[in-house]
């Protein structure tokens, strides 16, 4: 297959590149400072936002995974917020002109989009067909619903494409669990080995995840499966509270205590790291429940036996 990627050299690009190349697929990804050092996949060069030379790679193309759009963890600030908006509209409405000119476009668009679209709640999980999509919540901050709007202009942009001859998938992703260096995994490992691995805030908030090797397996049967389309869950079908998912990562790593930290203390945290304390303490309880019906079986199910997994490979990479 050709597999093309836009945005795909961050983490999750790199992710999949490395997979679909290893495979025997040919890749291409597309980027902004376009940089094929170090990489077996050839990277060409686009702005993002207008139509170009690279548009010709959708030609006979099989996939697009589109994975562009700036990223979350900053300050919402005014201009922070709408460079992220703009980064993923923008991208994602250029790959659909993209795609809708081509003669002969790819048969599979596959649109990143993300689990934080659903409601923030404890009382029950959210699939695709009885979850909440959030932006009303009383108990959820103001500021968390930019969020929701920015998935919400994401996956309109999709739903607006004309493609007929295109199969569109809106992949609602959760936190991607990959021992890769500069990811979120490798961001909670930190806070263990140091002893600041306990619970956040009550810790009573959902952690939905995905392992990575599940990640990678769940795009290619997507790819695989012509019946699925539409907005599709991937997670593991155990989301668990932030407390008992802190507790299964230092028993993995073999930390016995994590000092907690307060809603006060991530507050100042995320301030000193131009962060925001949404990506920690919104409750995240979304499972794959289309993924489920249509057969798929995750390798990782639990988060214990995923993150001594995880674990694992970290320390083979001997950082």
Same mark, same amino acid.
Request: charged share 25%; with cysteine; glycine share 10%.
């Given at each position: ?9 961050? !983490?999750?690009?790199?992710? %999949? ?52 759009? #700036? ?93 007929? !001859? ?32 306990? !619970? ?26 012509? @019946? ?11 989301? %668990? ?24 203390? %991530? ?10 304390? =949404? ?12 993924? %489920?019906?249509?057969?798929? @079986? ?6 214990? @036996? ?5 674990? #694992?490979?970290?320390?083979? =990479?001997?950082?």
């Amino acid at each position: 297959m050709k597999i093309v990627l836009p945005g795909g050299t961050g !983490q999750v690009g790199t992710v %999949l590149a490395r997979a679909f190349q290893e495979g025997g697929d040919e890749v291409v990804v597309l980027s902004r400072g376009a940089q094929s050092e170090g990489v077996p996949w050839r990277v060409l060069a686009w702005d993002a936002e207008s139509l170009g030379g690279w548009a010709s790679e959708f030609e006979g193309a099989d996939v697009v995974i589109n994975l562009a759009g #700036r990223s979350v963890n900053c300050r919402y600030s005014a201009s922070n917020r709408r460079a992220i908006m703009e980064s993923r509209v923008n991208s994602a409405r250029v790959v659909g002109e993209a795609i809708a000119r081509a003669a002969r476009p790819p048969r599979i668009w596959l649109q990143m989009s993300t689990a934080t679209i659903y409601a923030h709640r404890f009382d029950a999980p959210n699939d695709e067909a009885t979850g909440i999509l959030g932006g009303a919540e009383r108990d959820a901050p103001e500021s968390w619903r930019f969020s929701i709007d920015v998935a919400t202009a994401w996956e309109r942009v999709v739903d607006e494409t004309v493609a007929p !001859q295109t199969r569109k998938v809106k992949m609602r992703a959760a936190v991607i669990m990959s021992p890769d260096a500069g990811g979120v995994f490798e961001t909670l490992l930190r806070l263990v080995r140091f002893g600041l691995g306990g !619970q956040s805030g009550d810790g009573r908030q959902y952690v939905s995840w995905i392992h990575d090797e599940d990640f990678v397996r769940s795009v290619r049967w997507l790819i695989g499966h012509d @019946e699925l389309a539409g907005a599709i869950n991937l997670a593991a079908p155990h989301p %668990l509270p932030n407390a008992e998912f802190m507790r299964a990562l230092r028993e993995a790593w073999g930390v016995p205590v994590g000092l907690p930290a307060t809603r006060l203390m %991530l507050e100042a945290g995320a301030l000193l790291l131009r962060s925001e304390t =949404e990506l920690i303490l919104k409750s995240r309880r979304v499972v794959p429940r289309t993924m %489920l019906e249509s057969g798929f @079986e995750f390798r990782f199910p639990a988060w214990p @036996e995923a993150a001594r997994d995880l674990c #694992r490979r970290y320390r083979r =990479e001997a950082r």
